[in-house]
């Protein structure tokens, strides 16, 4: 069984991200072998990466923050995610690029995808944190999900997202179908190691 973690990258008030993490997360559970997790950043309200060293460095003390630890723990437990990020200003969230930050070594060696969305559909958003993940040694997968700004408007104007994101089962499919082959390569890995 893999615990393929899918995380909420906004806090808002009104927040869309929630509708496509919840979608992400029903493609996944009707897969074989996969034991979904959402994770909802405003359930981890950590403060702005404040420690004295970064969590790369070796020999560094243990996370003294409660909730960074629940964080933590609840990475280490993952063998992949799913990252659903808003796009802001050409880039990903802060909550969500503060959340990362403070973990690194709980990353390591596992999969990762990406569902976007915003006025370009969120594919620069995507394209940020591709990078960021290979400095955490992640292995992001090729294949995304970007769901098109008129279905976030929809969202925004009151109106029924299902059948934007109905749209996107094709691509979907494809993005966990490469997700849960590199989780399971790389979980095999981990485990030989």
């Known amino acids: 069984m893999s615990i393929i973690s899918v995380i909420i990258g906004s806090t808002r008030e009104g927040r869309f991200s929630d509708q496509p993490a919840n979608w992400i997360a029903q493609h996944l559970r009707q897969r074989d072998g996969v034991d979904v997790r959402l994770l909802d950043l405003r359930d981890f309200p950590m403060p702005f990466f404040d420690q004295p060293m970064p969590p790369a460095m070796p020999g560094r003390p243990p996370y003294s923050n409660e909730i960074v630890q629940k964080w933590t723990a609840a990475i280490a ?3 992949g995610f799913v990252f659903v990020t808003p796009e802001y200003n050409y880039g990903t969230s ?6 990362i930050d403070w973990v690194y070594p709980e990353w390591n060696r596992k999969a990762a995808a ?3 969305y915003g006025g370009s559909a969120g594919v620069r958003s995507v394209q940020q944190l591709r990078e960021t993940a290979i400095e955490l040694q992640l292995a992001p997968v090729r294949s995304a999900v970007h769901i098109p700004a008129a279905v976030l408007w929809a969202h925004f104007q009151g109106g029924d997202v299902g059948a934007g994101l109905a749209e996107l089962a094709e691509p979907a499919a494809k993005m966990i179908d490469d997700l849960l082959w590199w989780t399971a390569a790389l979980k095999t890995a981990r485990t030989a190691a």
Do not use: I, P, Y
């Open 94 to 99: 802060a909550v969500l690029k503060n959340a």
């Open 114 to 116: 990406f569902v976007s």
């Open 77 to 79: 437990q993952s063998d």
